[in-house]
Every structure is written in structure tokens, then in C-alpha cells.
Nanobody, 119 residues
Framework: QVQLAESGGGLVQPGGSLRLSCAAS????????MRWYRQAPGKERELVAH????????NYADSVKGRFTISRDNAKNTVYLQMNSLKPEDTAVYYC????????????WGQGTQVIVSS
């Protein structure tokens, strides 16, 4: 059974940091690209960061570039999102997503973890 379990969300003050984790099971993690998305109340889900199956390439939304870092540990079947210099506009539910690296296909979603940036 495929599972993606996010953790690490919470309440943080502006300027603070959080590290999200997404633990994967039930599929061959190392041949899946991984992405972090977020969805704020009343807004559409947006792509935050992308990492290739080897971890050799990453991409970020302009809104988080220079503040967020996506990484993965294929030995631990886990993808991370290090979030620094957090802003109130980063408040959202953050989801991880897995997609097979070698052809377009329906991917897998996690259940999400809430991040609230507020003083």
C-alpha cells in the first residue's frame, strides 16, 4: 500500500524556520520525482519545489527561491523541505507528491501538514 506521510508542520513566527519531512512507503522511492505543493485557504494548490529521482536537480517557485530547500534521502525513502525566513504568506497546508520519473502517470499524494506563520 502506497503511503506518503508528511510531518514537521506547526506554528512559527515570521522569520523562523521549519523542516518538513515526507516518508514514503509502498513503492520504489528512488525512481520517483518528488514535489512539495501547498494550498492556502481560498487559493489553488501551487507547486513549491521539485526534485528529480536522483536528487541531482531541483526547481523552486519564485516565491520561495532562496528561502526553501528541497532534498531527499533515497536510503531513507524520505524527502525534505527546509523552510527558512518564513513569511505569513507561506501559511498553507503543505503536501508531498510522488510521480514516476520515466513517464507521465498518476502520482501519489500525502495527507498534508499545516504550516502557520504568525506572530
Amino acid at each position: 500500500q502506497v503511503q506518503l506521510a508528511e510531518s514537521g508542520g506547526g506554528l512559527v513566527q515570521p522569520g523562523g524556520s521549519l523542516r518538513l519531512s515526507c516518508a514514503a512507503s509502498g513503492f520504489t522511492f528512488s525512481i520517483y520525482v518528488m514535489r512539495w505543493y501547498r494550498q492556502a485557504p481560498g487559493k489553488e494548490r501551487e507547486l513549491v519545489a521539485h526534485i528529480t529521482h536522483t536528487g541531482g536537480s531541483t526547481n523552486y517557485a519564485d516565491s520561495v527561491k532562496g528561502r526553501f530547500t528541497i532534498s531527499r534521502d533515497n536510503a531513507k525513502n524520505t524527502v525534505y523541505l527546509q523552510m527558512n525566513s518564513l513569511k505569513p504568506e507561506d501559511t498553507a497546508v503543505y503536501y508531498c507528491y510522488a510521480e514516476y520519473a520515466f513517464r507521465s502517470s498518476t502520482g501519489y499524494w500525502g495527507q498534508g501538514t499545516q504550516v502557520i506563520v504568525s506572530s
